[in-house]
């Protein structure tokens, strides 16, 4: 059973940025490739960003590539989201994931974090 706990967040304002954390217990981090999905206000959940365990291959949702960048730190068995040039569009509650497949889809994801909240505006 993995736990994953997520920090960071909050207010910003367009253009700013901000980092997220999800720290895993419980399992092998390595083995699992890791996931931040986004739900706005109304929308769908949907996958912003998402990292293979060990090799380091990322790939990011269009609206947010060159903006967001994911990494992890297996040592530390925490993923991170750094988020610059904020849009209030990227208003949304953030949730990291885990999952054995490398996969879109959020009904693949086993483990899932509380969920933080992100919001951008002046």
């Known amino acids: 059973q993995v736990q994953l706990v997520q920090s960071g967040g909050g207010l910003v304002q367009p253009g700013g940025s901000l980092r997220l954390s999800c720290a895993a217990s419980?399992?092998?981090?390595?083995?699992?490739?890791m996931a931040w999905f986004r739900q706005g206000p109304g929308k769908e959940r949907e996958l912003a960003a998402r990292?293979?365990?060990?090799?380091?291959?990322?790939d990011y949702t269009d609206s947010v590539k060159g903006r967001f960048t994911i990494s992890r730190d297996n040592a530390e068995n925490t993923v991170y989201l750094q988020m610059n040039n904020l849009k209030p569009e990227d208003t949304a509650t953030y949730y990291c994931?885990?999952?054995?497949?490398?996969?879109?889809?959020?009904?693949?994801?086993?483990?899932w974090g509380q969920g933080t909240q992100v919001t951008v505006s002046s």
């Open positions: 419980g399992g092998t981090f390595s083995r699992y490739y």
């Open positions: 994931a885990a999952s054995s497949s490398w996969t879109l889809v959020p009904g693949r994801y086993v483990y």
């Open positions: 990292i293979t365990g060990t090799s380091g291959v990322k």
